[in-house]
């Protein structure tokens, strides 16, 4: 039986892909899920056409590259939902130009950093704070990348990864640490994983400014694959903590 039937799980970036994915799986499988989105529109879209899940689907507005945004969210949380046992930082953007062309902008670049890694690093501590009040067994996930796994090279070079590679390789390093951090502490009951899959298939690409043709014939994972190793995750017995996921396409390297 999976473990966390009834309990309360929070899904960064839920509108589509990845995390639209998770919060499906979650909400399946009897998990109470709020969906944080800036397009909440898709997170209630969701929740009508899944009204029959075991578990409730909720959607909030949030944007994670903005700290007030963020700020209003944990206060909500707070207020309205309470206790929070499986927080999920999904929410992710790439803009697909190199670093030294003219084509990426400052813009560009903040973004990726603020949505990738500031803004995880931010609900990932507010989370915590969250989840050490209530004392429960509790679980945070960081959705990483392969990206952040390989040191720079010439296909991430020409692929156009500039600073999304940086900000997922910084992922895996918080989420090494905030595990280090916890397990240090008396009578701790949160554990953290950080999932690195490879290429897949969403909305991602598109809107970093890849063609669809391109996409298309691209071998990549899909949102499921990735969503089955977080319940994999989830199901494992208290004792265990699996620190560290990487997926991959079996026919393609990245």
């Known amino acids: 039986m999976f473990p966390w039937i009834g309990k309360t799980a929070v899904v960064t970036g839920a509108s589509s892909g ?3 994915a998770i919060v499906l799986d979650l909400a399946k499988h009897g998990v109470n899920v709020v969906g ?4 909440k529109d898709r997170v209630e879209a969701l929740a009508a056409a899944h009204k029959d899940f075991k578990g409730k689907i909720t959607a909030h507005e949030c944007d994670v590259s903005d700290p007030k945004s963020i700020k209003k969210t944990f206060e909500w ?4 939902v309470g206790k929070v046992h499986i927080w999920i930082n999904n929410a992710g953007v790439w803009r697909a130009n190199q670093l030294s062309g003219d084509k990426l902008t400052d813009e560009e670049i903040i973004e990726q950093i603020n949505t ?3 803004g995880l690093a931010l609900c990932s501590r507010k989370a915590v704070k969250m989840m050490q009040k209530h004392g429960e067994e509790s679980y945070v996930i960081n959705i990483g990348s392969l990206a952040g796994q390989i040191s720079g090279n010439i296909s991430q070079a020409q692929f156009g990864t500039n600073v999304y590679a940086a900000t997922k390789h910084a992922v ?3 989420s090494e640490i905030l595990w280090y951090e916890l397990m240090s502490k008396p009578n701790n009951n949160i554990r953290v994983s950080n999932v690195s899959p490879g290429v897949v298939k969403t909305e991602l690409g598109i809107v970093a400014g890849l063609k669809k043709e391109d996409m298309d014939k691209i071998t990549g ?4 694959d990735v969503s089955n190793a977080v319940n994999y995750i989830l199901g494992t017995p208290n004792r265990v903590n699996i620190t560290e996921l990487t997926i991959r396409p079996r026919t393609a390297l990245a």
């Open 77 to 80: 949380l707070e207020s309205s």
């Open 18 to 20: 990845i995390g639209a």
């Open 221 to 224: 994972l899909i949102s499921e």
């Open 36 to 39: 944080l989105a800036r397009r």
């Open 116 to 118: 990738n890694f500031t």
């Open 172 to 174: 895996k390093n918080l």
